[in-house]
């Protein structure tokens, strides 16, 4: 996958202006959901508390930052995101929820989700129609993985994290093609 990750610069619950490159040398566990959604946003959000509590329990904490990307800028307003994040177990130690500024339109991250491969897309009834994916973003703005829907096993995201904060997919200087790269030739 490695691929230049799509900037974005969006405001946290407080107001504050947070770009991508702003998490530059962490690991960023990205998603994006609507807090209205009846039933695969919350289920996602949960996953990824799960995976947060299982980073926060290392060493990697200070080293991974959960993004949590909203496509319902209009109703999720800051309040909604705080509320949102607490009642489903994620740690602001290590997360953000973001969303578009107020003065961005209706549709800036949808246009956002877009450009990382998901579709949102708005029905009559106020829902919004998507797949479930979690981005993996390396520390150097990678784009590193993509894990599909919800039944991927928490501890095999946390075992990739790993590999990323320790630069563990990186030759290590010896000579000839390393496993990880003969690896990844079968995939291409």
């Known amino acids: 996958m490695d691929k230049e990750a799509p900037s974005f610069t969006l405001q946290d619950a407080e107001g504050r202006t947070v770009a991508l490159t702003d998490l530059r040398n962490k690991v960023v566990v990205l998603h ?4 209205n959604c009846p039933d695969v946003c919350p289920l996602h959000a949960e996953r ?3 995976v947060q509590r ?4 290392t060493p ?3 080293q991974v930052r959960f993004v949590t990307i909203t496509t319902d800028p ?3 307003t800051p309040e909604v995101l705080r509320d949102y994040g607490q009642a489903h177990g994620l740690d602001p130690a290590n ?3 973001l969303t578009a500024g107020q003065d961005e339109p209706d549709d800036t991250t949808r246009r956002l989700a877009e450009t990382y491969g998901l579709k949102f897309t708005k029905t009559d009834d106020g829902y919004q129609m998507h797949a479930v994916v979690t981005h993996v973003i390396d520390q150097d703005g990678q784009l590193r993985a993509r894990f599909h829907g ?5 501890v095999n995201l946390v075992l990739f994290i790993n590999a990323l904060v320790n630069r563990a997919q ?4 010896h000579g000839g093609q390393s496993l990880w790269d003969k690896m990844k030739g079968l995939f291409r």
């Open 170 to 173: 990186k030759p290590h200087g």
């Open 150 to 154: 919800l039944k991927f096993e928490p």
């Open 74 to 76: 209009k109703r999720d």
């Open 54 to 57: 299982m980073v926060n329990q």
């Open 60 to 62: 990697m904490k200070a």
């Open 32 to 35: 994006f959901i609507y807090t």
């Open 95 to 97: 997360w953000v929820f």
């Open 48 to 50: 990824i508390a799960e």
